[in-house]
């Protein structure tokens, strides 16, 4: 399971067909691909670590709190050409990217293990669409957290 993490002041999704936008103020973008291996106890280790995260700013400006400690918003979104390989070629292969049978759950479930472990409010992009995604990076901050 990887994920790219960016801090931003402002994101948003639009899909064009069928139509959907979705959009949230200071807080996370978290563009996740899931391998193939990925399993429940990845999604729950992956939640918790999104949740836990300190890179937003305290009084002594140090990232030293979380989504937890300053109540952002997190858009999640999935991604699955995180996990494409480019070390071969200037193609990527897809061939560790898991199964949308296999994928959409597991995302599904970060979100919901977010919300309902961690009480932090997650909004979504939809699986399997084409999206716009816009977004003001903050810092700019962007992590990348692989769990291998």
Same mark, same amino acid.
């Given at each position: 399971?990887?994920?790219?993490?960016?801090?931003?002041?402002?994101?948003?999704?639009?899909?064009?067909?069928?139509?959907?936008?979705?959009?949230?103020?200071?807080?996370?973008?978290?563009?996740?691909?899931?391998?193939?291996?990925?399993?429940?106890?990845?999604?729950?280790?992956?939640?918790?670590?999104?949740?836990?995260?300190?890179?937003?700013?305290? %009084?002594?400006?140090?990232?030293?709190?979380? @989504?937890?400690?300053?109540? !952002?918003? #997190? +858009?999640?979104?999935?991604q699955f050409t995180l996990a494409g390989d480019c070390s071969q070629g200037n193609r990527p292969?897809?061939?560790?990217? %898991?199964?949308?049978?296999?994928?959409?759950? @597991?995302?599904?479930?970060? !979100?919901? #293990? +977010?919300?309902?472990?961690?009480?932090?409010?997650?909004?979504?992009?939809?699986?399997?669409?084409?999206?716009?995604?816009?977004?003001?990076?903050?810092g700019p901050v962007t992590v990348v957290i692989h769990r291998?």
């Amino acid at each position: 399971m990887i994920a790219v993490v960016q801090r931003v002041t402002r994101a948003g999704v639009t899909v064009e067909d069928p139509p959907y936008s979705a959009k949230i103020g200071c807080g996370l973008c978290v563009l996740l691909g899931i391998e193939e291996g990925d399993d429940a106890i990845d999604a729950g280790w992956m939640a918790n670590k999104l949740a836990h995260l300190r890179v937003f700013n305290d %009084a002594q400006d140090k990232m030293n709190l979380s @989504l937890i400690d300053n109540g !952002g918003e #997190l +858009l999640l979104i999935s991604q699955f050409t995180l996990a494409g390989d480019c070390s071969q070629g200037n193609r990527p292969s897809f061939v560790s990217a %898991a199964s949308p049978e296999i994928a959409e759950p @597991l995302v599904t479930e970060v !979100g919901d #293990l +977010l919300q309902e472990q961690h009480s932090v409010s997650v909004t979504r992009g939809k699986f399997g669409e084409m999206m716009h995604i816009d977004l003001v990076n903050d810092g700019p901050v962007t992590v990348v957290i692989h769990r291998e």
